[in-house]
T-cell receptor, first 110, second 114 residues
């Protein structure tokens, strides 16, 4: 099945720093979503981005579908950005389902 | 904004008991999913459901598990004879149609098996 690899697995930042999280996937996909899992375990959908670039406040994401990767940018990080960021891709053909990467655990220190 | 609602938010059960986790998907959505996340691990696909039947199930989704859409709104996951290793967060998700489409997740049900 499709493989989804996220890097880095862990990231520690000082408040105010910028960061880039990467997601590589092994096959063509119909959709890609970025999630933030908050301390209560909820999966918060950040972006639905099968291709191109989107921005939402301090966060932006870019997916280059032809090269099978996506990037999540966090600028001017805040302590509330801490948590695990998951990339998930929607498989093509047959029964479509989201396949998740292992996540990047982000810690933003004050 | 429409939400996927899950109950209970947290359930504690004894090993060997049966558990039913409930989900109310977004009302016009047609595709339904259950995912599982063991503490500290990634989110894993369990099962997808469309047109009142299972579309796909993972290796995890063995005879211990079953899903049902008993009425027009609820989507349930039943776990029979729970084991310690069933302790996890269980997420329900739904989406409107096939193709490039967003899956919306519920807040999760945390199951603790003692």
């Amino acid at each position: 099945g499709i493989q989804v690899e996220q890097s880095p697995p862990d990231l520690i930042l000082q408040e105010g720093a910028n960061s880039t999280l990467r997601c590589n996937f092994s096959d063509s996909v119909n959709n890609l979503q970025w999630f933030h899992q908050n301390p209560w375990g909820q999966l918060i959908n950040l972006f639905y981005i099968p291709s191109g670039t989107k921005q939402n406040g301090r966060l932006s994401a870019t997916t280059v579908a032809t090269e099978r990767y996506s990037l999540l940018y966090i600028s001017s990080s805040q302590t509330t950005d801490s948590g695990v960021y998951f990339c998930a891709v929607l498989t093509q053909g047959g029964s479509e389902k989201l396949v998740f990467g292992k996540g990047t655990k982000l810690t933003v220190n004050p | 904004e429409p939400e996927v609602t899950q109950t209970p938010s947290h359930q504690v059960t004894q090993m060997g008991q049966e558990v039913i986790l409930r989900c109310v998907p977004i009302s016009n959505h047609l595709y339904f999913y259950w995912y599982r996340q063991i503490l500290g691990q990634k989110v894993e696909f369990l099962v997808s459901f469309y047109n009142n039947e299972i579309s796909e199930k993972s290796e995890i989704f063995d005879d211990q598990f079953s899903v049902e859409r008993p009425d027009g709104s609820n989507f349930t996951l039943k776990i029979r004879s729970t084991k310690l290793e069933d302790s996890a967060m269980y997420f329900c998700a739904s989406r409107y149609s096939t193709g490039a489409n967003v899956l919306t997740f519920g807040a999760g049900s945390r199951l603790t098996v003692l």
